[in-house]
Structures are given as C-alpha cells and as structure tokens.
C-alpha cells in the first residue's frame, strides 16, 4: 500500500508570493490533516478535511487555506507569504480522523522557505 | 485549550543506557499516540494507546498510558545509537477530532 505522498519536497518563494502544496493520502482514507512544524513552535494544526469538508481549523490566519477533492487528495494554499511561513508542512492521513484513537500516517513533509 | 507538555525536550546518552520521556496534560485524552521523527522526515507512528493504565511494549520500548489518561511515558531500555531522533507524543479528542502535539524530545543515543 502506497504511503502519504506531498509534493513538492522542497520549496523557496519570495514575500507577498502564494503557494499551493499537495497531498495524496493512503488509499480509502478519508480524513487529512495538515500541521506546520518549525523549530521554535514544534508541530502545530492547520486545519482537518474529512469528505471534502473542512472539519477543523487551527489558530492560524485565513491566509492559511486548503480543500479536499473527491478522490480525497488535498491541497492547501498560503497568500500572501511572510518569512515567518518558512516551516516544514506535514499532511497526515486517516480512515476516520485522527482524534479518536485512529492512526494517523504522515507524508514526508514539504520544506517551504520564503526569502 | 488542550495542552501536552513533554519532559525532557533534549536527553544526550551513552549507548546501553535507560531513559523515559514524559508526556503530561491537564486534559484527557481519547488516545495517546507516541511517534519517531528523523531530520527532514515526516513523523512515524510507534504505539497508540487508548486505555487507561494500559502498557505497550515495541521491543526496547515500553509505553504507558496514565490511569486517567492524561499522562503518558515512553521508557527505552538499553538504548542504542539508531533510537536517535524526535519522540513526539500526541493526544487525541474524539470530541474535537484533534491531535494535539507535545514540543517533543530529542534524543541523542552515543556509540
């Protein structure tokens, strides 16, 4: 079975730049979280798509967003982009979402810099 | 706001040794999940454990969730250089849906 696949693995933008990153999540799994990880503020949520709804949002701007499709792939987009963006994001799939004791498998991460 | 705090954030070890890594919250959890990351590499799941005062064990490792289900730690015996990385807990809410992440621990495991 194929594991949590994000694309780009790595990524450099300019300030006031957007930026989309992708995931493809295991097969038949539903849910898809994103987390940003940096250094100072470890591993924080972004938000949750369950069925092509967002079923969690973190605290983070509305600069921050993402969706699902169908095949339940999820993209998610940041505007506007200011060098305190930099981060590794992660994308975690789930058959049923991860809060309730189901396991959540993570993809490789998308190393995002902003210059 | 639902909060995990782990202890210690850095262990620096000599090859054969013991440690525990700790896990705790004022909140309860639904289930707590203890992963393993490597530098540039996405978190890995270990163990989740859904039941209070329930032990897991993983070969060296030992996992323990607290009676109340708040706390939880992670004991590895005899350690060796390849457990080196980033031991991240998380708890669970089946209420929210959320995973909650500690800061994490890294380890260093010496040869």
């Known amino acids: 079975k194929a594991g949590v696949t994000q694309t780009p693995r790595y990524l450099i933008k300019t300030r006031g730049q957007q930026v989309t990153l992708s995931c493809s999540p295991i097969?038949?799994?539903?849910?898809v979280s994103w987390y940003q990880q940096t250094p100072g503020q470890g591993l924080q949520f972004l938000f949750e798509y369950f069925s092509e709804t967002q079923r969690n949002k973190g605290n983070f701007p509305g600069r921050f967003s993402g969706r699902q499709f169908s095949n339940s792939r999820s993209e998610m987009n940041v505007s506007t982009l200011e060098l305190g963006d930099s981060a590794l994001y992660l994308c975690?799939?789930?058959?049923?979402?991860?809060?309730?004791?189901?396991?959540?498998?993570f993809g490789q991460g998308t190393r995002l810099t902003v210059v | 706001t639902q909060l995990l705090e782990q202890s210690p954030q850095f262990l620096s070890i000599q090859e054969g040794e013991n440690l525990t890594v700790y896990c705790n919250s004022s909140?309860?959890?639904?289930?707590l999940q203890w992963y393993r990351q490597e530098p540039g590499e996405g978190p890995v799941l270990l163990v989740t454990v859904v039941t209070g005062g329930e032990v897991k064990k993983l070969k060296r490792l030992t996992f323990q969730f607290g009676d109340a289900r708040k706390d939880s730690s992670l004991h590895i015996t005899a350690a060796q250089p390849g457990d080196t990385g980033l031991y991240l807990c998380?708890?669970?809410?089946?209420?929210?849906?959320?995973?909650?992440f500690g800061q994490g621990t890294t380890l260093q495991v010496k040869p």
């Open positions: 097969s038949g799994h539903r849910s």
């Open positions: 909140s309860v959890f639904s289930s």
């Open positions: 998380a708890g669970g809410s089946s209420n929210t849906g959320k995973l909650i």
């Open positions: 975690a799939s789930s058959p049923r979402g991860p809060g309730g004791g189901t396991e959540a498998f």
